[in-house]
């Protein structure tokens, strides 16, 4: 009797392969020097501030290291008081407790005066290490801003989201604490040594010096494992919030196709992999803490024996207080060492994401302004392109030597099947992307030659998917020029034909949009957008498929305010409407990256190609 095929489970490793993607970040490294000193560069504008945080603060630390002396001092005073006869001990009772308590007095003044320290310390140090955090969110935003349609067609949001939230907010605690907290690690064991040697009994330190070489060796060790591991943490925490980020926006593909369950599944792969990383790295932690905590209780003991032993023999000459100092003075010297650990997994935290954080920030644009860029001036809106060959992948061209001319104040269609290139030339026409061969002229001007924004201000946008940001109707349409006044906005709706629709929502034109528009209709967002446009006054307008979710009625008053502008403003239209198509001053049909046919609607018609085919294709389908 045969036994029924049981399948092995995948291991996580397997199941992780299974959603590696493309650009996926899984090159780990140890972190280096160069690192560190760019992220010091980070710090470096605000050099006087950290300097004087750590001298308050090595200050307050020296001040507070006092109170072993003190300690040391009372003991032996007690002490020596305590051998005294019965008669000199009455005899000096008094002066003897004005003694203790003039140094319980000083010890409190010293411990008032670093008090005060820690507090301006606190301040100051956080004061330059949140201007840190806000600089480098800052230069994140604006390189995000600065970065080509390429980056973002290639990069996950969630990526990206979190190079701007958890990388940036790893580094906080070592902006803030991280260059006092590195000196004050390596100098207190040298205070504490030097203390230890002159001031309580050589033979004490000599005792557990030994251990110096130990804990060198551990620190070592445990960075380069920590380093390692806080890499693998950061990075599968990306893939967590991507995919957390892509199933919320896309939540409504999510319900409609049922895949709760196999994005729930697909989810808690990822999660339970982060789990694992975080259990390894706390398996380190799980090792290295404990022998430091064994270290530091082998040193007590020996210092409590050893000093025991002395202190019986008769041969400590600073007094019993000394011993006690010296106890005390050894956790001064385990603190930094075992604090490190803590202090590393932040700082390898930090570093790990820091590498992310720079790793976005030497990303250059694909599309810049050239260093002798030009403003480009004025223009009337004739635009050409010249033997121009793009594909988002070089080798793999989606436009194959696309040469046209529009003339200034022209309707311009293009018509072809889905992929065959159409939107590619919208996109360079806006500069969204360059040109692998040829050249994209407007008015002359190649606009690789010209300063992108003096592009931008001159040429208007609508896609097919309108993006609204969350805000009033009102602050969306001024978005293309915020220093329109509100009779200026009103105006441009009333032109274009929206201030009735936009009048009919529940506030008019302070109407909250929701996130996306989402609070608005399909319809309802594309005449906002229209009417944004529309403000800007561009003398270039391209629509990407910019009508197909508006109902006729709509269109309708979007085409006669469309008709207003062609005698001033040159038009490029990406749509499927058969009464977009006909009104256009030139069609051209786009096959395979191609242009095939050009000419006028009744022109195209007669000649009976591709377009003929296509506009049977429509008619057919309107009449339906």
Not at 216 to 226: G, K, Q
Not at 336 to 359: H, K
Request: with cysteine.
């Amino acid at each position: 009797m045969a036994f029924p095929f049981r399948r092995r489970k995948k291991t996580l490793a397997q199941r992780l392969g299974e959603l590696q993607s493309d650009d996926e970040e899984v090159q780990y490294r140890p972190i280096a020097w160069p690192l560190v000193r760019r992220l010091l560069g980070v710090l470096r504008p605000y050099q006087r501030k950290y300097v004087m945080g750590v001298l308050l603060g090595m200050t307050m630390v020296v001040l507070e290291m006092m109170s072993p002396r003190y300690m040391q001092h009372i003991i032996n005073y007690v002490a020596a008081f305590t051998g005294l006869e019965a008669s000199a001990r009455a005899a000096g009772q008094d002066a003897a407790i004005r003694h203790v308590v003039g140094i319980v007095l000083a010890w409190g003044g010293t411990l008032g005066v670093a008090l005060l320290l820690q507090r301006a310390n606190i301040l100051l140090m956080t004061r330059a290490g949140e201007t840190v955090q806000f600089d480098l969110r800052k230069r994140i935003f604006a390189h995000l801003q600065k970065l080509s349609m390429s980056f973002y067609d290639r990069t996950k949001l969630g990526r990206i989201i979190s190079r701007c939230t958890s990388d940036i907010n790893g580094l906080r605690e070592v902006n803030v604490w991280g260059f006092q907290q590195v000196i004050a690690n390596f100098l207190i064991p040298v205070i504490v040594a030097a203390i230890m040697l002159c001031a309580t009994d050589w033979r004490l330190f000599l005792a557990v010096a030994w251990m110096g070489p130990i804990l060198y060796t551990l620190n070592t060790r445990y960075r380069r494992a920590v380093g390692f591991a806080y890499q693998r943490i950061r990075e599968h925490w990306t893939r967590v919030s991507t995919n957390l980020a892509e199933n919320i926006s896309g939540m409504r593909v999510v319900t409609a196709f049922n895949r709760q369950e196999p994005n729930l599944s697909t989810f808690n792969v990822l999660q339970e992999a982060n789990t694992l990383n975080n259990v390894r790295a706390a398996r380190i932690n799980g090792v290295f803490q404990p022998l430091l905590e064994l270290i530091r209780f082998v040193g007590r003991v020996i210092i409590l024996c050893f000093g025991g032993y002395l202190i019986v023999t008769g041969r400590v000459p600073k007094g019993i207080g000394a011993v006690v100092a010296s106890y005390l003075y050894w956790d001064w010297f385990m603190n930094p060492i075992v604090n490190f650990g803590n202090f590393s997994n932040q700082l390898m935290m930090a570093m790990a994401g820091a590498e992310r954080i720079f790793a976005l920030l030497d990303t250059r644009p694909e599309v810049d302004d050239l260093p002798n860029a030009r403003p480009l001036p004025k223009v009337a809106g004739r635009v050409e392109f010249e033997n121009v060959t793009f594909g988002y992948n070089p080798v793999r061209p989606v436009l194959h030597d696309i040469s046209f001319v529009a003339e200034p104040g022209q309707m311009v269609a293009l018509v072809g099947a889905t992929g065959s290139g159409k939107s590619s030339i919208i996109s360079l026409i806006a500069r969204f992307y360059q040109p692998q061969k040829g050249q994209v002229l407007v008015d002359g001007h190649d606009i690789r030659q010209v300063i992108g924004v003096t592009l931008n201000r001159q040429t208007g946008l609508v896609l097919q998917v309108n993006f609204l940001f969350a805000g009033t109707v009102m602050e969306n349409i001024r978005y293309a020029r915020p220093d329109a006044a509100d009779q200026q906005v009103i105006d441009a709706a009333r032109d274009i034909g929206a201030l009735g629709v936009i009048m009919s929502l529940k506030d008019g034109f302070q109407t909250q949009v929701g996130e996306r528009g989402a609070s608005l209709s399909l319809g309802q967002r594309q005449l906002v957008c229209f009417t944004r446009a529309f403000l800007a006054d561009s003398r270039i307008f391209m629509l990407d498929e910019a009508t197909s979710s508006v109902d006729t009625a709509t269109e309708l008053v979007v085409q006669h305010a469309l008709e207003k502008l062609l005698a001033q403003r040159t038009t490029f239209i990406v749509a499927h409407r058969l009464s977009t198509i006909m009104r256009a001053n030139c069609i051209l049909v786009i096959d395979a990256g191609r242009i095939i046919e050009r000419g006028t609607h009744s022109q195209l018609v007669a000649v009976g190609g591709k377009y003929a085919q296509l506009y049977h294709q429509f008619s057919q389908h309107s009449t339906a």
